[in-house]
């Protein structure tokens, strides 16, 4: 009769098929084979799973993937080339954030992956640039001009000129006869309406445009029509910054039933996929989201704590004790006047509770001189930390510096505009003094953050992994995949009505050599 210990053995043991025999006198563990596999009756079959079975095949051929593990974009290049890095060198993909930069620090930052990463996998963001979209088109020019075929598109509302600029450039047809895009997109979205847009052809109006502008070819606008503006779509539900809050467990079979529709309506060649991000965080999340059929999972939050990080020590520390209502939603400075928002940490910071006071001044009020002279000297002595005029002067210098004269034009005429421009400011350098680790500016630190973070957290409770200068992007990952193996090969014997003990289901984080050495 086999122990309970030896029961938790074979669980763990993924790599290896097991028949689990129900006998009278208990449970035997035999491996399968053709005769006792068709002679046995009360019999628990557990297969062998990898953590490079998880996902979709084809996802991962696309991608020049050995595992279906995205570690995505965070803004300001918190997601750092080192981060990007280690994961194109352990079978996975990365995306470099490049939101939020100059094109120089992202024109440097694809130099660097392309001579160290070579032929391995590694992608760039893009993230949809409302206030300025000449800084979109600049942004995919740069990644035409530097061969960089693969893209995250992140808070895109509606497919923009630019985004179909890179999709298309380039598309034509092999001595087969296949369509060949060199550009693959990778789309992040919580939103339905966004996603069919994603998974439809690319806008035939905007297909002139380019067209008439000489960007594209007329074969290639006719080519067009025949692909999907992304092959892959991230379903992003509760995640770290721009977010919608989206619960996991309804927005992934929503994405899933959508590709199917979008399949049979476009009869496309190349099968579409459907990722989940947004609270993956534990072996049982990880499980959960292949289980229901995601094609890959992508990380965010539990990242930014990471060695690779390119954030500071001090936001690291806090990001390693957050728990799951350490997180609030504020305003974002990229969409500010529209009310969107993004999740942000709140343990150790003042910034949600700041934020969220100079959007209800803006709402309220038309112009700063408006505000109550209470309200005034609160800003410009705690948040601007300088007079409403200064920070304005400051603010208008960024603008013409990045050639965005009609801004300034329009903030000087029009008050509320102004203050919305000086509001934004504050809200833009939060997450650069975040970063940076300003010690005078601790209180007003954003931190883009999900409930996954505490999940995580207490999860690595007690293990190497808790202190956050142990975390290493790429064997948080191997941990995560590992232990969804053992998670669903649980699930599957308990499927067939075996009870199992306590601690067969549940895996504790491993170093990666470890891991590598077992499994």
């Not at 029009?414 to 003094?433: D, E, T």
């Not at 005078?440 to 630190?445: A, E, L, N, S, T």
């Amino acid at each position: 009769m086999t122990s309970q210990l030896d029961l938790v053995k074979a669980i763990h043991d993924i790599s290896r098929p097991q028949l689990l025999i129900k006998n009278f006198d208990g449970i035997h563990i035999s491996r399968p084979s053709q005769s006792n596999m068709a002679s046995l009756s009360d019999q628990i079959y557990v297969p062998a799973i990898r953590p490079e079975s998880l996902g979709d095949s084809g996802f991962k051929r696309r991608h020049g993937l050995k595992y279906a593990y995205v570690a995505g974009a965070m803004a300001n290049g918190i997601a750092s080339t080192a981060l990007v890095k280690t994961m194109g060198e352990n079978g996975m993909v990365g995306f470099f954030g490049a939101g939020g930069l100059s094109l120089s620090q992202i024109k440097t930052a694809i130099l660097e992956l392309k001579e160290g990463l070579g032929d391995k996998p590694f992608g760039f963001n893009l993230i949809h640039s409302l206030a300025d979209p000449d800084h979109e088109m600049a942004t995919v020019q740069l990644y035409l001009d530097h061969g960089v075929t693969l893209i995250s598109a992140a808070a895109f509302m509606r497919i923009t000129l630019p985004l179909v600029y890179y999709r298309v450039k380039g598309i034509h047809k092999n001595n087969q006869g296949d369509i060949v895009t060199p550009n693959r997109i990778i789309a992040k979205v919580s939103r339905i309406e966004v996603a069919r847009q994603f998974f439809a052809p690319p806008p035939e109006k905007l297909l002139d445009q380019l067209v008439e502008q000489q960007m594209l070819t007329s074969d290639e606008a006719m080519l067009a029509a025949q692909i999907s503006m992304a092959q892959d779509i991230t379903a992003e539900a509760d995640s770290g910054g721009h977010t919608d809050n989206r619960p996991a467990l309804a927005l992934l079979p929503t994405f899933i039933a959508l590709k199917n529709e979008a399949m049979a309506t476009y009869n496309f060649k190349t099968p579409l996929c459907v990722g989940l991000g947004g609270g993956i965080a534990t072996p049982e999340s990880a499980s959960a989201a292949f289980s229901m059929g995601a094609a890959y999972i992508l990380t965010g939050s539990i990242n930014q704590a990471c060695v690779e990080a390119g954030i500071c020590e001090d936001v690291k520390k806090l990001l390693s004790q957050a728990e799951q209502a350490d997180v609030a939603m504020a305003p974002s400075a990229d969409m500010f006047e529209i009310g969107a928002r993004v999740q942000v940490l709140k343990r150790g910071t003042l910034f949600p509770v700041r934020a969220e006071k100079l959007y209800q001044f803006y709402k309220s009020y038309t112009c700063f001189a408006d505000l109550p002279p209470a309200a005034q000297k609160e800003i410009e002595d705690k948040y601007l930390l300088t007079s409403f005029d200064a920070a304005w002067q400051s603010t208008r210098d960024f603008f013409l510096s990045r050639g965005i004269q009609q801004e300034v034009d329009r903030a000087e005429q029009n008050p509320a505009h102004k203050m919305a421009l000086v509001f934004r400011s504050y809200l833009g350098q939060s997450s650069r003094w975040a970063i940076q680790g300003n010690p005078q500016r601790k209180m007003d630190y954003q931190v883009w953050c999900g409930p996954a973070m505490g999940a995580f957290n207490q999860w690595a409770k007690g293990s190497f992994l808790e202190p956050h200068t142990n975390r290493f992007a790429a064997e948080i990952a191997m941990n995560l995949l590992t232990g969804a193996c053992v998670v669903t090969r649980a699930a599957f014997a308990r499927a067939q009505g075996l009870e199992l003990p306590a601690g067969a289901g549940l895996f504790s984080p491993m170093p990666l050599d470890d891991i590598l050495k077992k499994y």
